[in-house]
């Protein structure tokens, strides 16, 4: 079968001699018999060590190379960070001269929420952030699923999101602890300073804003945003890139860096360009200015498409009154449901010197929208899609549906345009 995972950045680098590592979680249904069984290895992988089904920190098989190695729930011997940690020390101190991939993905701060037992205390001080937009209430402003349950979450529930919040922290203290002893056998081995590393997660999260719970599926800038952290040779050290980016730049900018040409029909802008920049870093290291492009707009002008296809079900346990159609609904949170068949939407981000702004197009019965300025309005309080000029409405609409339908090329043409 000629199947995307031919075509992943891992195996375009495999193909061109490098030694490829995966371990922890790969996709929801991956290890189940439908989509292949544990036995299925992807394209491209040497060493691979594949999370069966979601996120779990206990309690969970992995593909071993094809083969079901089963955990349990021995805090030191099982817990996923740390089983991920092993394989990959095991993995870089078996390494030669030949150049390497290593991708790490541990469940942390995904749902359970569950720490090491050595971090089950730290934070116990700290609350989610009660920003402008936590536990407000919404009205017709906002799409109707956030209109839905009670407004705003009674104590006992924000208690719990407070809860999750310091668990997901707590969570992330073991990653901590991997990446530094990443960095240090890298380091050991005198590789550290020919290797990229690259942190970043694959969705932001919502605490309590707009009186929703928790989870990561709606438009709003905690929802989308995620941290982009990049070291590596010929990089400026502690410094700030203002270049909007998004998830799918990742593969071309690996096939950038290591000098493999960036196939056609692969989505996504390479970042080496911008994380290069040298006439920047000339003017950084002149000035020490703190923000990487600030001298080039061209740097700070993008459009990227964000969308998200609404889920539904047909049973709430524990919320039996609610209707068909919604999912994630959850009895300890108010039965606030997350998600919806008709949460379907697809939106604009726009920033640029002079414009960051985000235009959203529901696919339900109403075809809902809303528009924001964020830089009047960074906590997205405001709706102002009524406010939009008939041209500016339109020219939104035509450049949404043509970022919806375009691949590889096309689609970082258009992200050029901002209007």
Same mark, same amino acid.
């Given at each position: 079968m000629d199947?995307?995972?031919?075509k992943?950045?891992?195996? +375009?680098l495999?193909?061109a001699g490098?030694r490829?590592?995966?371990?922890?979680?790969?996709?929801?249904?991956?290890?189940?018999?439908a989509?292949?069984?544990?036995?299925?290895?992807? !394209?491209g992988? @040497?060493w691979w060590?594949?999370?069966q089904g979601?996120?779990?920190?206990?309690?969970?098989?992995?593909s071993?190379?094809g083969?079901k190695?089963?955990?349990g $729930?021995h805090?030191?011997?099982d817990?996923?960070?740390?089983?991920i940690w092993?394989?990959a020390?095991?993995?870089m101190t078996?390494l030669?001269?030949?150049?390497?991939?290593?991708v790490?993905?541990p469940?942390?701060p995904?749902?359970?929420? $569950?720490?090491?037992?050595?971090?089950?205390t730290?934070?116990?001080?700290l609350?989610?952030?009660?920003? !402008?937009?936590f536990?407000v209430?919404?009205?017709?402003?906002?799409h109707?699923?956030?209109q839905?349950?009670?407004q705003?979450? !009674?104590?006992?529930?924000v208690?719990?999101?407070?809860?999750?919040?310091?668990?997901? =922290?707590?969570?992330?203290?073991t990653?901590?602890?991997?990446?530094?002893?990443?960095v240090?056998?890298?380091?050991?081995?005198?590789r550290l300073?020919?290797t990229? #590393?690259?942190f970043?997660s694959?969705?932001?999260?919502h605490?309590?804003q707009?009186?929703q719970?928790?989870?990561?599926?709606?438009?709003y800038?905690?929802?989308?945003?995620?941290p982009?952290?990049?070291r590596?040779?010929?990089?400026?050290?502690?410094?700030?890139l203002?270049? !909007?980016?998004t998830?799918?730049?990742?593969a071309?900018?690996? =096939?950038?860096?290591?000098g493999?040409?960036?196939?056609?029909?692969?989505?996504g802008?390479? =970042?080496?360009?911008? #994380?290069t920049?040298?006439?920047?870093?000339d003017?950084l290291?002149?000035?020490?200015?703190?923000?990487v492009?600030?001298?080039?707009?061209k740097? =700070?002008?993008?459009t990227?498409?964000v969308?998200?296809?609404?889920?539904?079900?047909?049973n +709430?346990?524990?919320?039996?009154?609610?209707?068909l159609?919604?999912?994630?609904?959850?009895?300890?949170?108010?039965?606030?449901?997350?998600?919806?068949?008709?949460?379907?939407y697809?939106?604009?981000?726009?920033?640029?010197?002079h414009?960051?702004?985000?235009f959203? +197009?529901?696919?339900? @019965?109403?075809g809902f929208?809303?528009a924001?300025?964020?830089?009047?309005?960074?906590?997205q309080l405001?709706?102002?899609?009524?406010?939009l000029?008939? $041209?500016?409405?339109?020219?939104? +609409?035509?450049?949404?549906?043509?970022?919806?339908?375009?691949?590889?090329?096309?689609?970082?043409?258009?992200?050029?345009?901002v209007?």
């Amino acid at each position: 079968m000629d199947g995307p995972e031919k075509k992943t950045f891992a195996a +375009h680098l495999h193909y061109a001699g490098y030694r490829t590592f995966y371990a922890g979680k790969y996709l929801n249904q991956y290890g189940h018999k439908a989509a292949g069984g544990l036995s299925h290895v992807p !394209p491209g992988w @040497d060493w691979w060590f594949g999370l069966q089904g979601n996120s779990k920190y206990y309690n969970y098989a992995l593909s071993v190379n094809g083969s079901k190695e089963t955990h349990g $729930s021995h805090p030191v011997h099982d817990y996923l960070t740390n089983v991920i940690w092993r394989y990959a020390l095991d993995f870089m101190t078996q390494l030669s001269t030949q150049p390497f991939l290593m991708v790490l993905a541990p469940p942390a701060p995904h749902a359970p929420f $569950s720490p090491e037992p050595k971090y089950a205390t730290n934070f116990s001080s700290l609350r989610a952030p009660r920003t !402008p937009n936590f536990n407000v209430k919404v009205g017709k402003e906002k799409h109707w699923l956030l209109q839905q349950g009670v407004q705003p979450l !009674p104590e006992e529930v924000v208690a719990r999101v407070d809860n999750v919040f310091r668990a997901r =922290l707590r969570t992330l203290l073991t990653v901590d602890d991997m990446v530094k002893d990443v960095v240090k056998t890298l380091e050991g081995l005198n590789r550290l300073d020919n290797t990229f #590393i690259i942190f970043t997660s694959d969705n932001g999260y919502h605490l309590g804003q707009f009186s929703q719970p928790l989870d990561k599926r709606e438009p709003y800038e905690t929802d989308v945003r995620v941290p982009l952290l990049v070291r590596g040779p010929g990089l400026p050290q502690g410094h700030f890139l203002s270049y !909007p980016t998004t998830n799918i730049d990742l593969a071309p900018t690996l =096939l950038d860096l290591a000098g493999l040409p960036i196939p056609k029909y692969m989505d996504g802008t390479s =970042l080496k360009s911008a #994380i290069t920049y040298s006439k920047t870093n000339d003017y950084l290291a002149r000035n020490e200015v703190t923000e990487v492009g600030r001298q080039d707009p061209k740097l =700070l002008r993008r459009t990227v498409l964000v969308e998200h296809s609404g889920e539904g079900a047909v049973n +709430h346990p524990g919320c039996e009154n609610l209707s068909l159609g919604v999912s994630g609904c959850n009895p300890n949170f108010a039965c606030k449901c997350e998600d919806s068949w008709n949460n379907t939407y697809a939106c604009l981000r726009q920033i640029s010197p002079h414009v960051d702004h985000l235009f959203c +197009h529901w696919a339900d @019965d109403e075809g809902f929208e809303e528009a924001y300025d964020l830089s009047r309005d960074p906590w997205q309080l405001n709706n102002t899609v009524t406010l939009l000029s008939p $041209s500016l409405h339109k020219k939104l +609409h035509n450049l949404l549906r043509n970022l919806q339908r375009c691949r590889g090329p096309r689609c970082s043409d258009l992200a050029g345009f901002v209007v």
